[in-house]
Protein backbone atom coordinates (compact mmCIF):
# COMPACT_ATOMS: atom_id res chain seq x y z
CA UNK A 1 0.00 0.00 0.00
CA UNK A 2 0.97 3.91 -0.43
CA UNK A 3 3.86 5.48 1.51
CA UNK A 4 2.86 8.37 2.88
CA UNK A 5 6.55 10.90 3.32
CA UNK A 6 6.09 13.67 5.48
CA UNK A 7 8.19 16.99 5.12
CA UNK A 8 8.54 20.18 7.07
CA UNK A 9 11.02 22.76 8.88
CA UNK A 10 12.23 21.10 11.86
CA UNK A 11 9.97 21.50 15.22
CA UNK A 12 7.26 22.76 13.15
CA UNK A 13 4.98 19.68 14.58
CA UNK A 14 5.58 16.67 11.76
CA UNK A 15 5.21 14.27 14.31
CA UNK A 16 2.27 15.30 16.21
CA UNK A 17 1.02 15.51 12.82
CA UNK A 18 2.15 11.67 12.27
CA UNK A 19 0.41 10.58 15.37
CA UNK A 20 -2.47 12.23 14.31
CA UNK A 21 -2.44 10.67 10.98
CA UNK A 22 -1.57 7.29 12.11
CA UNK A 23 -4.76 7.46 14.52
CA UNK A 24 -6.75 8.48 11.55
CA UNK A 25 -5.92 5.87 9.60
CA UNK A 26 -5.87 2.54 12.07
CA UNK A 27 -9.29 4.19 13.10
CA UNK A 28 -9.90 4.13 9.15
CA UNK A 29 -8.67 0.62 8.53
CA UNK A 30 -10.39 -0.38 11.07
CA UNK A 31 -13.94 1.00 10.31
CA UNK A 32 -13.38 -0.37 6.64
CA UNK A 33 -12.82 -4.07 7.92
CA UNK A 34 -15.86 -6.27 7.89
CA UNK A 35 -16.24 -8.39 11.05
CA UNK A 36 -14.38 -11.63 11.52
CA UNK A 37 -11.95 -10.37 8.94
CA UNK A 38 -8.37 -9.59 8.40
CA UNK A 39 -7.66 -6.54 7.79
CA UNK A 40 -6.95 -5.14 4.29
CA UNK A 41 -4.23 -2.82 5.32
CA UNK A 42 -1.17 -2.84 7.72
CA UNK A 43 -0.18 0.10 9.29
CA UNK A 44 3.47 1.15 9.68
CA UNK A 45 5.34 4.66 11.27
CA UNK A 46 8.70 4.93 10.46
CA UNK A 47 10.58 8.07 12.24
CA UNK A 48 14.26 9.04 13.95
CA UNK A 49 12.83 8.23 17.15
CA UNK A 50 11.15 4.87 16.29
CA UNK A 51 14.86 3.84 14.72
CA UNK A 52 16.89 5.49 17.52
CA UNK A 53 18.63 8.24 15.68
CA UNK A 54 19.70 10.95 17.31
CA UNK A 55 18.82 14.88 16.06
CA UNK A 56 22.76 15.06 16.38
CA UNK A 57 23.29 13.49 13.30
CA UNK A 58 22.13 16.33 11.71
CA UNK A 59 24.70 18.69 12.89
CA UNK A 60 27.34 20.13 11.14
CA UNK A 61 28.44 22.77 12.95
CA UNK A 62 32.47 22.49 14.09
CA UNK A 63 31.89 22.45 17.82
CA UNK A 64 30.76 18.35 16.93
CA UNK A 65 32.50 17.10 13.64
CA UNK A 66 35.97 17.62 12.02
CA UNK A 67 35.69 19.47 8.79
CA UNK A 68 36.49 15.99 6.47
CA UNK A 69 33.50 14.35 8.28
CA UNK A 70 30.90 17.51 7.94
CA UNK A 71 32.29 17.32 3.70
CA UNK A 72 31.16 13.80 3.81
CA UNK A 73 28.67 13.97 6.16
CA UNK A 74 28.88 10.48 7.00
CA UNK A 75 26.04 10.51 10.25
CA UNK A 76 23.24 11.97 8.03
CA UNK A 77 23.84 9.47 5.47
CA UNK A 78 23.92 6.30 7.66
CA UNK A 79 20.66 7.63 8.98
CA UNK A 80 18.90 7.76 6.04
CA UNK A 81 20.37 4.70 5.08
CA UNK A 82 18.55 3.25 8.15
CA UNK A 83 15.45 5.06 7.61
CA UNK A 84 15.72 3.90 3.89
CA UNK A 85 15.91 0.18 4.76
CA UNK A 86 13.39 0.16 7.63
CA UNK A 87 10.76 1.19 5.02
CA UNK A 88 12.03 -1.10 2.22
CA UNK A 89 11.67 -3.50 4.83
CA UNK A 90 7.60 -3.29 5.21
CA UNK A 91 6.99 -1.75 2.12
CA UNK A 92 4.45 -3.87 -0.28
CA UNK A 93 0.74 -3.66 -1.53
CA UNK A 94 -0.36 -4.53 2.20
CA UNK A 95 1.17 -1.70 4.41
CA UNK A 96 0.82 1.81 4.49
CA UNK A 97 3.51 3.32 5.58
CA UNK A 98 3.92 6.97 7.02
CA UNK A 99 7.27 8.04 7.09
CA UNK A 100 7.74 10.73 9.75
CA UNK A 101 11.04 13.14 9.43
CA UNK A 102 12.39 15.97 8.01
CA UNK A 103 12.47 14.92 4.52
CA UNK A 104 13.95 17.94 3.12
CA UNK A 105 16.45 16.96 0.31
CA UNK A 106 14.30 16.53 -2.56
CA UNK A 107 16.71 14.12 -4.29
CA UNK A 108 16.48 11.98 -0.79
CA UNK A 109 12.18 12.09 -1.44
CA UNK A 110 12.98 11.19 -5.08
CA UNK A 111 14.84 8.03 -4.06
CA UNK A 112 11.34 7.08 -1.72
CA UNK A 113 9.43 7.76 -4.96
CA UNK A 114 11.56 5.45 -6.73
CA UNK A 115 11.28 2.63 -4.60
CA UNK A 116 7.53 3.08 -3.79
CA UNK A 117 6.91 2.71 -7.40
CA UNK A 118 9.09 -0.38 -7.84
CA UNK A 119 7.06 -1.76 -5.55
CA UNK A 120 3.59 -0.80 -7.21
CA UNK A 121 2.63 1.37 -4.40
CA UNK A 122 1.40 5.07 -4.66
CA UNK A 123 3.32 7.35 -2.70
CA UNK A 124 2.47 10.89 -1.31
CA UNK A 125 3.90 13.80 0.41
CA UNK A 126 2.10 16.03 3.23
CA UNK A 127 3.95 18.87 4.40
CA UNK A 128 3.56 20.77 7.71
CA UNK A 129 3.59 24.37 7.12
CA UNK A 130 5.08 26.61 10.01
CA UNK A 131 5.99 29.85 10.34
CA UNK A 132 9.51 29.91 11.19
CA UNK A 133 9.79 31.94 14.41
CA UNK A 134 7.23 30.16 15.29
CA UNK A 135 9.02 26.60 14.68
CA UNK A 136 12.54 29.05 16.43
CA UNK A 137 10.30 29.24 19.47
CA UNK A 138 9.64 26.01 20.08
CA UNK A 139 13.29 24.89 19.69
CA UNK A 140 14.29 27.54 22.30
CA UNK A 141 11.16 26.33 24.64
CA UNK A 142 12.87 22.46 24.49
CA UNK A 143 16.28 23.81 24.83
CA UNK A 144 15.02 25.45 28.24
CA UNK A 145 13.24 22.51 29.39
CA UNK A 146 16.30 20.16 28.61
CA UNK A 147 18.46 22.47 30.50
CA UNK A 148 16.31 22.96 33.63
CA UNK A 149 16.14 19.17 33.68
CA UNK A 150 19.23 18.51 33.34
CA UNK A 151 21.15 17.61 37.03
CA UNK A 152 23.82 20.42 38.05
CA UNK A 153 27.70 19.31 37.24
CA UNK A 154 29.36 17.55 40.07
CA UNK A 155 31.61 19.73 41.98
CA UNK A 156 35.30 18.42 42.66
CA UNK A 157 36.25 16.54 46.05
CA UNK A 158 38.88 18.77 47.09
CA UNK A 159 36.17 21.79 47.02
CA UNK A 160 34.28 22.43 49.87
CA UNK A 161 30.64 22.69 49.97
CA UNK A 162 28.91 26.10 49.61
CA UNK A 163 27.03 25.34 53.03
CA UNK A 164 30.22 24.26 54.80
CA UNK A 165 31.98 27.82 53.39
CA UNK A 166 29.27 29.62 54.86
CA UNK A 167 28.72 28.20 58.20
CA UNK A 168 32.88 29.28 58.48
CA UNK A 169 31.98 32.60 57.94
CA UNK A 170 28.94 32.70 59.89
CA UNK A 171 27.28 34.55 56.92
CA UNK A 172 24.06 33.33 55.79
CA UNK A 173 24.40 31.59 51.67
CA UNK A 174 24.91 34.32 48.80
CA UNK A 175 21.46 33.75 47.44
CA UNK A 176 22.37 33.80 43.65
CA UNK A 177 19.42 35.72 41.36
CA UNK A 178 18.09 32.88 39.46
CA UNK A 179 16.70 33.92 35.91
CA UNK A 180 13.31 33.30 35.89
CA UNK A 181 12.48 29.86 33.67
CA UNK A 182 10.25 30.87 31.00
CA UNK A 183 6.59 30.62 30.45
CA UNK A 184 5.45 27.76 28.58
CA UNK A 185 4.04 28.94 24.81
CA UNK A 186 0.33 29.78 24.44
CA UNK A 187 0.20 26.76 21.21
CA UNK A 188 3.67 24.99 21.18
CA UNK A 189 1.43 22.50 18.89
CA UNK A 190 -1.11 22.70 17.05
CA UNK A 191 -5.02 23.01 18.82
CA UNK A 192 -5.96 18.88 17.93
CA UNK A 193 -6.89 16.30 19.91
CA UNK A 194 -3.45 14.94 22.12
CA UNK A 195 -2.29 12.23 19.78
CA UNK A 196 -0.86 9.16 20.53
CA UNK A 197 2.42 8.52 22.97
CA UNK A 198 4.99 8.71 20.95
CA UNK A 199 7.42 5.81 19.93
CA UNK A 200 10.57 6.19 22.23
CA UNK A 201 11.90 8.07 25.13
CA UNK A 202 13.23 11.35 23.09
CA UNK A 203 10.44 12.76 21.42
CA UNK A 204 10.82 16.07 22.45
CA UNK A 205 14.58 16.24 21.72
CA UNK A 206 15.70 19.95 20.73
CA UNK A 207 18.05 20.51 17.90
CA UNK A 208 21.06 23.00 18.92
CA UNK A 209 20.45 26.10 17.89
CA UNK A 210 23.40 26.08 14.78
CA UNK A 211 22.20 23.06 14.31
CA UNK A 212 18.32 23.89 13.79
CA UNK A 213 19.55 27.21 11.72
CA UNK A 214 21.35 25.34 9.08
CA UNK A 215 18.41 22.98 8.31
CA UNK A 216 16.09 25.39 7.95
CA UNK A 217 18.53 26.93 5.20
CA UNK A 218 18.95 23.28 3.81
CA UNK A 219 15.16 22.38 3.40
CA UNK A 220 14.09 22.28 -0.23
CA UNK A 221 10.46 22.94 -0.32
CA UNK A 222 8.07 20.41 -2.33
CA UNK A 223 7.17 21.21 -5.86
CA UNK A 224 3.41 19.54 -6.74
CA UNK A 225 4.83 19.81 -10.23
CA UNK A 226 7.43 17.34 -10.01
CA UNK A 227 6.06 13.79 -10.05
CA UNK A 228 7.98 12.80 -6.38
CA UNK A 229 6.42 15.33 -4.74
CA UNK A 230 2.54 14.76 -5.32
CA UNK A 231 -0.35 14.61 -4.92
CA UNK A 232 0.99 17.27 -2.04
CA UNK A 233 -1.16 17.68 0.83
CA UNK A 234 -0.53 20.81 3.30
CA UNK A 235 -1.46 21.53 6.93
CA UNK A 236 -0.64 24.47 9.07
CA UNK A 237 0.39 25.18 12.19
CA UNK A 238 -3.42 26.79 13.29
CA UNK A 239 -5.37 23.73 11.53
CA UNK A 240 -7.99 22.22 13.63
CA UNK A 241 -9.64 19.12 13.30
CA UNK A 242 -12.47 19.45 10.98
CA UNK A 243 -9.72 20.68 8.57
CA UNK A 244 -7.20 17.82 9.40
CA UNK A 245 -9.74 15.64 9.04
CA UNK A 246 -10.48 16.82 5.55
CA UNK A 247 -7.10 16.64 5.01
CA UNK A 248 -6.72 13.59 6.12
CA UNK A 249 -9.32 12.20 4.03
CA UNK A 250 -8.50 13.47 0.91
CA UNK A 251 -5.26 12.04 1.48
CA UNK A 252 -6.71 8.63 2.28
CA UNK A 253 -9.20 8.42 -1.07
CA UNK A 254 -6.08 9.32 -3.35
CA UNK A 255 -3.82 6.79 -1.98
CA UNK A 256 -6.04 3.85 -0.90
CA UNK A 257 -9.58 5.21 -1.76
CA UNK A 258 -11.85 5.33 -4.86
CA UNK A 259 -9.60 8.04 -6.58
CA UNK A 260 -6.47 6.02 -6.15
CA UNK A 261 -4.94 4.75 -9.40
CA UNK A 262 -2.72 2.04 -10.82
CA UNK A 263 0.57 2.57 -10.73
CA UNK A 264 2.59 1.70 -13.47
CA UNK A 265 5.69 0.77 -14.05
CA UNK A 266 8.58 2.60 -15.81
CA UNK A 267 8.50 2.20 -19.72
CA UNK A 268 11.86 2.81 -20.13
CA UNK A 269 12.96 -0.30 -18.42
CA UNK A 270 10.47 -2.71 -19.55
CA UNK A 271 12.15 -5.07 -21.93
CA UNK A 272 10.73 -5.54 -25.55
CA UNK A 273 9.68 -8.53 -26.82
CA UNK A 274 12.12 -10.74 -28.55
CA UNK A 275 11.77 -13.38 -31.12
CA UNK A 276 10.96 -16.51 -28.59
CA UNK A 277 13.20 -19.10 -30.56
CA UNK A 278 16.55 -17.63 -28.89
CA UNK A 279 18.24 -14.92 -27.88
CA UNK A 280 18.39 -11.94 -30.04
CA UNK A 281 21.94 -11.05 -30.84
CA UNK A 282 22.14 -15.13 -31.69
CA UNK A 283 18.65 -14.64 -33.61
CA UNK A 284 20.43 -11.53 -35.17
CA UNK A 285 23.81 -13.34 -36.15
CA UNK A 286 21.89 -16.57 -37.22
CA UNK A 287 19.39 -14.42 -39.56
CA UNK A 288 22.34 -12.60 -41.49
CA UNK A 289 25.07 -15.15 -41.86
CA UNK A 290 22.42 -17.59 -43.49
CA UNK A 291 21.39 -15.09 -46.31
CA UNK A 292 25.19 -14.12 -46.76
CA UNK A 293 25.97 -17.80 -47.37
CA UNK A 294 22.57 -17.84 -50.23
CA UNK A 295 23.52 -15.06 -51.72
CA UNK A 296 26.79 -16.51 -51.96
CA UNK A 297 25.51 -19.72 -53.48
CA UNK A 298 22.91 -18.41 -56.19
CA UNK A 299 26.49 -16.41 -57.78
CA UNK A 300 27.69 -19.63 -57.97
CA UNK A 301 25.85 -20.19 -61.56
CA UNK A 302 25.60 -16.39 -62.33
CA UNK A 303 28.93 -14.73 -63.48
CA UNK A 304 26.91 -11.58 -62.02
CA UNK A 305 23.87 -9.56 -61.87
CA UNK A 306 20.56 -11.08 -61.29
CA UNK A 307 18.62 -11.86 -58.29
CA UNK A 308 19.02 -14.51 -55.67
CA UNK A 309 15.88 -15.31 -54.20
CA UNK A 310 15.33 -17.33 -50.57
CA UNK A 311 12.37 -17.88 -48.23
CA UNK A 312 11.08 -15.38 -45.53
CA UNK A 313 11.47 -17.63 -42.64
CA UNK A 314 15.00 -19.55 -42.51
CA UNK A 315 13.68 -22.95 -43.47
CA UNK A 316 10.73 -22.15 -45.48
CA UNK A 317 8.74 -23.40 -48.04
CA UNK A 318 7.78 -21.89 -51.19
CA UNK A 319 5.67 -19.09 -49.16
CA UNK A 320 6.72 -15.60 -49.65
CA UNK A 321 9.81 -14.75 -50.58
CA UNK A 322 12.46 -12.61 -50.26
CA UNK A 323 14.78 -11.25 -53.47
CA UNK A 324 18.38 -9.57 -53.07
CA UNK A 325 18.86 -6.84 -56.38
CA UNK A 326 22.65 -8.03 -57.09
CA UNK A 327 24.92 -5.57 -58.98
CA UNK A 328 24.70 -6.06 -62.79
CA UNK A 329 27.83 -7.13 -64.44
CA UNK A 330 29.80 -8.24 -61.31
CA UNK A 331 29.87 -10.38 -58.29
CA UNK A 332 29.44 -9.76 -54.77
CA UNK A 333 32.69 -11.28 -53.07
CA UNK A 334 32.04 -12.38 -49.27
CA UNK A 335 34.05 -9.26 -48.14
CA UNK A 336 31.98 -6.90 -49.30
CA UNK A 337 28.73 -9.08 -48.20
CA UNK A 338 29.96 -9.56 -44.44
CA UNK A 339 31.34 -5.83 -44.22
CA UNK A 340 27.75 -5.20 -45.25
CA UNK A 341 26.81 -7.66 -42.66
CA UNK A 342 28.85 -6.72 -39.29
CA UNK A 343 27.24 -3.14 -40.63
CA UNK A 344 23.59 -3.93 -40.33
CA UNK A 345 24.61 -5.85 -36.92
CA UNK A 346 25.79 -3.03 -35.43
CA UNK A 347 22.94 -0.72 -36.25
CA UNK A 348 20.85 -3.26 -35.07
CA UNK A 349 22.11 -4.69 -31.84
CA UNK A 350 19.74 -2.94 -29.67
CA UNK A 351 16.96 -3.26 -32.09
CA UNK A 352 17.11 0.41 -33.09
CA UNK A 353 15.06 1.30 -35.38
CA UNK A 354 12.35 -1.60 -34.77
CA UNK A 355 10.75 -0.11 -31.51
CA UNK A 356 7.05 -0.16 -34.01
CA UNK A 357 7.48 -3.75 -35.43
CA UNK A 358 6.84 -5.07 -31.80
CA UNK A 359 8.13 -8.06 -31.81
CA UNK A 360 12.06 -8.27 -33.75
CA UNK A 361 11.46 -12.01 -34.78
CA UNK A 362 13.88 -13.89 -37.28
CA UNK A 363 11.51 -13.02 -40.66
CA UNK A 364 11.62 -9.01 -39.25
CA UNK A 365 15.02 -9.74 -39.34
CA UNK A 366 15.97 -11.76 -42.47
CA UNK A 367 13.17 -8.91 -44.26
CA UNK A 368 15.11 -5.93 -42.91
CA UNK A 369 19.18 -7.04 -43.96
CA UNK A 370 17.74 -7.91 -47.31
CA UNK A 371 16.46 -4.02 -47.51
CA UNK A 372 19.65 -3.06 -46.11
CA UNK A 373 21.66 -4.89 -49.05
CA UNK A 374 19.70 -3.43 -51.97
CA UNK A 375 20.04 -0.18 -50.90
CA UNK A 376 23.72 -0.66 -50.45
CA UNK A 377 23.92 -2.37 -53.73
CA UNK A 378 22.09 0.22 -55.32
CA UNK A 379 24.22 2.78 -53.50
CA UNK A 380 27.98 1.19 -54.82
CA UNK A 381 26.71 1.04 -58.18
Known sequence: MPLIIITGLPTSGKSTRAQQLHAYLADRIATETPPNSQPK?????????????SRAVYDLSPEHLPAHVRSANASEKD????????????LSPRDIVVLDGLNYIKGWRYQLFCEAKNMSTPSAVLQIGCPVDRAREVNE???ARRGAASPPPPQS????????????????????????????LPQTEPSLPQPPPATGDDDDEPYSPSNWTNLVFRYEEPNPMTRWDSPLFALVWDDGLEQTRTVFAALWDVVAGVAARPVRPNQSTVHRDKDPGGDYLYVLERETQDIVKRILEGQQTDDGGGEVTMARVNGGGEGEQLVVELPPSRKVGLPQLQRYRRAFVALNRGGIGLEAVGKLAAGRLRESFVGYLNDAFERDG
Open 41 to 53: YRLHLISDQTQGI
Open 157 to 184: PLSPAPAATAETNNNPPPTQALEPAPEP
Open 79 to 90: ARAALYGAVKRV
Open 141 to 143: ARL
